[in-house]
């Protein structure tokens, strides 16, 4: 089953800018978007990108595909918060949500999502723009591991399947 990514799209443009959404906000999402399709063409991941309608200024819920990623804006008054809560609802364990959100991120944990807070996610765009402009191979490989003594301390569950989406991601 392929990955799929669902992103609260100005929650990531936050975090990405460090400093909120700035006066320019069409050439933002822009940016965005462009980031996610070299981010899909390196991991041949499904990605889904969600905006407030308020924002955009459109009276009904609509959809876009650019590049292999989907784009949902909601309609007018309609936070992107509904729409990733739905899809949560109804997809559960298959999906990615990133969003930094506390209540969306409870929302889609207790319906079996695993949720990556929006700067983390960041930084996983960050190294893959600079993976695909220097055509730098990722490393499966990590820090050699060392043989254990004693009893072994397991991560919580919930733990650990964020840990194994973060090395997909």
């Keep these: 089953?392929?990955?799929?990514?669902?992103?609260?799209?100005?929650?990531?443009?936050?975090a990405s800018t460090g400093r909120g959404l700035g006066v320019d906000v069409e050439r933002e999402r822009e940016?965005?978007?462009?980031?996610?399709?070299?981010?899909?063409?390196?991991?041949?991941?499904?990605?889904?990108?969600?905006?407030?309608?308020?924002?955009?200024?459109?009276?009904?819920r609509s959809r876009?595909?650019?590049g292999g990623v989907e784009i949902i804006y909601s309609r007018g008054g309609e936070q992107a918060d509904?729409?990733?809560?739905?899809?949560?609802g109804s997809?559960?364990?298959?999906?990615?949500?990133?969003?930094?959100?506390?209540?969306?991120?409870?929302?889609?944990?207790?319906?079996g999502a695993v949720v990556v807070s929006s700067g983390e996610f960041s930084s996983i765009l960050e190294m893959c723009e600079y993976a695909e402009t220097k055509g730098v191979e990722e490393e499966d490989e990590g820090p050699?591991?060392?043989?254990?003594?004693?009893?072994?301390?397991?991560?919580?569950?919930?733990?650990?399947?964020?840990?194994?989406r973060l090395k997909k991601l």
């Design 1 to 14: 089953m392929a990955l799929h990514v669902v992103i609260d799209g100005y929650n990531l443009l936050g």
């Design 82 to 88: 509904h729409i990733l809560k739905e899809m949560a």
């Design 31 to 60: 940016r965005l978007i462009e980031r996610l399709r070299s981010y899909r063409r390196l991991k041949g991941a499904r990605v889904t990108v969600v905006f407030d309608g308020t924002r955009s200024g459109r009276l009904e």
């Design 144 to 164: 050699p591991r060392r043989i254990k003594k004693g009893p072994s301390r397991r991560l919580p569950r919930e733990e650990r399947r964020r840990r194994r």
């Design 64 to 66: 876009e595909t650019r």
């Design 91 to 111: 997809k559960g364990a298959g999906l990615t949500i990133v969003t930094s959100d506390r209540d969306v991120a409870d929302y889609a944990r207790a319906r």
